[in-house]
C-alpha cells in the first residue's frame, strides 16, 4: 500500500489533513520513537502527518508564572534552557537523563506525552508540575491535565483528530526543592527501571506542599497522594523520611518485565524516594 | 500515493538536490544518494551513534531523520570535518592518542565531539562522557577517546 507524506507548514493545514485523515494518520515529532516503531515494530502508517514545518510548536514561552512549552520543543531545548533551571528544576534534570544527545536534540516532549510510557522521564517531571496538555484539532481547543490525559501504556485521551500543541505549567516558587532520579541498566543511555521526583517546601522545620511521583512502577507515571499527605505538615526528620520511603515503596504496583523485577522496583522506590527527600530537605536548608 | 520528495538542502557547504521516496531516511541519502559513506549505519535504531551528523549545528542521528524533514536545512558529516590536505585537529588529536581501533564508531565520534566542542570550547570529563555517551563503541575503546577530546579542549 502506497503512503501517504503530509508536512504541512500551518498548524491549520495539519488540522484539517487529520480532520481528514483521523486515526488512518500518525503524527511525526522528533521521529525518535515512530521511526523505530516503523523499522522495528512493523507499525506501517498509511498516513504520516510530519509536523516538523511548525515553527510556532518549537518555543518556550512565559506569561507571568505560565510557563509554556510549544509540542515541538526538544528535551535538548528545556536542558539548555537558562531560566527553566529555576523554574521547574526537576524538567531539566529529568530531560537531560533521556538518551543520548542526539536523541535529546531530536526527541520532544509532545512525542514523550504522544508515547504515554509508564517509564517517560520528562513526563514524569510533568505530573510533579501538574501541567495541563493542550490539544487542537479542527472543531475544539482544550486542556487536559496531564495525569487525565495518559491512562495507560501508550494510551491517552488525544482523540484522533487532534493534535497535541503543548504544554502548560505554573513556574514553581523559588523557596521549592526538587529532585528527579532514575535508575536503569546503566547510567546513560537507558529506559528507567523505576524513576522517581519531587518537590518539597519546608517552613519552620516542618514539610509544608510535597509533592512525589514515580515512574515505570505502575501503568502510568503515578503520583503518591497517600504519602504526600503523610508528609505535610510533618517535621522534618529522619524517622519521617523513612516511613515515607517505606510507605511509597508499599503504595506503587510494579511488575516484572524485561527490564526488571517486582522485588527490585520497589527496592528502588524505596531508595529513591529516600535520597529524594533527604537531598530536597538539604537543599532547602541550605537555601 | 508515494511519491518521490524533491528535496533541497546543504551538506558541508554545497547545496544538493536529492528525489528520494519520504521513508528514505538521512543516512541512506548520505550513502547512497551522495555517496558520503563516511556516515555508518549501525543499529538502524538511534542508539549506536555511528550515523550521527551536525543538523543545523546540532548532533543528530542521521537514522532517525526522514528525507523531508531535510528540506532546508545544513547538515556536516565526516567528509566536512578537515580537509582533503589537512585533518581536523580533533581528528588529529584522535590519531595522536591512538583513540581509533575497528574505526566503526570513529566518524560519529567525531561529529559529536565537533558539536560537543563547537557549543562548549572548554568541556569538563563529565560533560564529554555526556557528549559521547549515545555513541557505542564496541571495540570499547572509550578511554583514549575522553582523553583525545580533552586534550584538544585543553591544547587550543
Known amino acids: 500500500m502506497d503512503q501517504v507524506y503530509i508536512r504541512p507548514s500551518h498548524l491549520d493545514d495539519a488540522l484539517e489533513a487529520l480532520?481528514?485523515?483521523?486515526?488512518?494518520?500518525?503524527?511525526?515529532?522528533?521521529?525518535?520513537?515512530?521511526?523505530?516503531?516503523?523499522?522495528?515494530?512493523?507499525?506501517?502508517?498509511?498516513v504520516i502527518l510530519d509536523l516538523g514545518a511548525l515553527g510556532e510548536l518549537r518555543k518556550i514561552s512565559r506569561d507571568g508564572d505560565d510557563i509554556h512549552l510549544g509540542a515541538l520543543v526538544t528535551h535538548r531545548q528545556i536542558e539548555k534552557d537558562a531560566m527553566l533551571a529555576g523554574e521547574a528544576g526537576m524538567l531539566?534534570?529529568?530531560?537531560?537523563?533521556?538518551?543520548?544527545?542526539?536523541?535529546?536534540?531530536?526527541?520532544?516532549?509532545?512525542?514523550?506525552?504522544?508515547?504515554?510510557?509508564?517509564?517517560?522521564?520528562?513526563?514524569?517531571?510533568?505530573?510533579?508540575?501538574?501541567?495541563?496538555?493542550?490539544?487542537?484539532?479542527?472543531?475544539?481547543?482544550?486542556w487536559v491535565p496531564v495525569g487525565e490525559f495518559i491512562t495507560a501504556p501508550g494510551q491517552t485521551t488525544r482523540r484522533a483528530d487532534e493534535i497535541i500543541c503543548g504544554v502548560r505549567f505554573k513556574r514553581l516558587p523559588p523557596d521549592a526543592a526538587v529532585f528527579f532520579e532514575k535508575v536503569g541498566q546503566r547510567q546513560a543511555v537507558t529506559i528507567s527501571k523505576a524513576s522517581a521526583g519531587g518537590i518539597v517546601r519546608i517552613s519552620q522545620g516542618c514539610f509544608q506542599e510535597c509533592r512525589l511521583a514515580l515512574g515505570a512502577v505502575a501503568p502510568?507515571?503515578?503520583?503518591?497522594?497517600?504519602?504526600e499527605a503523610a508528609l505535610a505538615g510533618s517535621p522534618v526528620s529522619p524517622q519521617v523520611i523513612d516511613r515515607a520511603a517505606a510507605l511509597a515503596a508499599a503504595t506503587c504496583h510494579p511488575i516484572d518485565d524485561i527490564r526488571s523485577t517486582v522485588a527490585y522496583r520497589r527496592h528502588l522506590v524505596q531508595v529513591l524516594v529516600h535520597r529524594g527527600l533527604a537531598a530536597m530537605v538539604a537543599s532547602a536548608q541550605s537555601a | 500515493m508515494t511519491k518521490e520528495w524533491q528535496v533541497r538542502f546543504r551538506v558541508?557547504?554545497?547545496?544538493?538536490?536529492?528525489?528520494?521516496?519520504?521513508?528514505t531516511s538521512l543516512a541512506e541519502i548520505l550513502r547512497q544518494q551522495l555517496g558520503l559513506t563516511g556516515t555508518k549505519i549501525g543499529?538502524?535504531?538511534?542508539?549506536?551513534?555511528?550515523?550521527?551528523?551536525?543538523?543545523?549545528?546540532?548532533?543528530?542521528?542521521s537514522c532517525l531523520v526522514l528525507a523531508p524533514q531535510v528540506a532546508g536545512a545544513d547538515i556536516r558529516t565526516i567528509e566536512g570535518v578537515g580537509g582533503d590536505k589537512a585533518l581536523h585537529p580533533i581528528q588529529q588529536a584522535f590519531l595522536d592518542e591512538g583513540a581509533v581501533q575497528?574505526?566503526?564508531?570513529?566518524?560519529?565520534?567525531?561529529?559529536?565531539?565537533?558539536?560537543?566542542?563547537?557549543?562548549?570550547?572548554?568541556?569538563?570529563?563529565?560533560?564529554?562522557k555526556d557528549a559521547i555517551s549515545g555513541n557505542l563503541c564496541r571495540c570499547t575503546g572509550y578511554q583514549k577517546i575522553i582523553r583525545a577530546i580533552r586534550h584538544y579542549a585543553a591544547g587550543r
Request: aromatic share 2%.
Open chain 2, 102 to 128: 575497528c574505526g566503526y564508531c570513529t566518524p560519529g565520534m567525531v561529529m559529536s565531539a565537533v558539536a560537543l566542542l563547537e557549543e562548549n570550547p572548554n568541556p569538563g570529563e563529565a560533560e564529554v
Open chain 1, 220 to 227: 502510568t507515571i503515578i503520583r503518591l497522594p497517600e504519602v
Open chain 2, 43 to 61: 543499529c538502524n535504531n538511534g542508539e549506536c551513534g555511528a550515523c550521527t551528523v551536525i543538523m543545523n549545528g546540532k548532533a543528530v542521528a
Open chain 1, 92 to 142: 531539566v534534570s529529568a530531560c537531560h537523563q533521556v538518551g543520548s544527545v542526539q536523541i535529546r536534540n531530536s526527541g520532544t516532549i509532545g512525542g514523550n506525552l504522544a508515547n504515554a510510557s509508564p517509564a517517560g522521564d520528562a513526563v514524569l517531571a510533568l505530573y510533579l508540575l501538574e501541567a495541563a496538555v493542550h490539544l487542537q484539532s479542527k472543531h475544539r481547543d482544550r
Open chain 1, 19 to 46: 480532520n481528514a485523515y483521523g486515526d488512518r494518520a500518525h503524527i511525526l515529532a522528533g521521529g525518535t520513537d515512530l521511526l523505530v516503531r516503523m523499522r522495528h515494530d512493523g507499525i506501517y502508517p498509511e
Open chain 2, 12 to 23: 558541508n557547504g554545497n547545496s544538493v538536490m536529492v528525489s528520494v521516496p519520504p521513508m
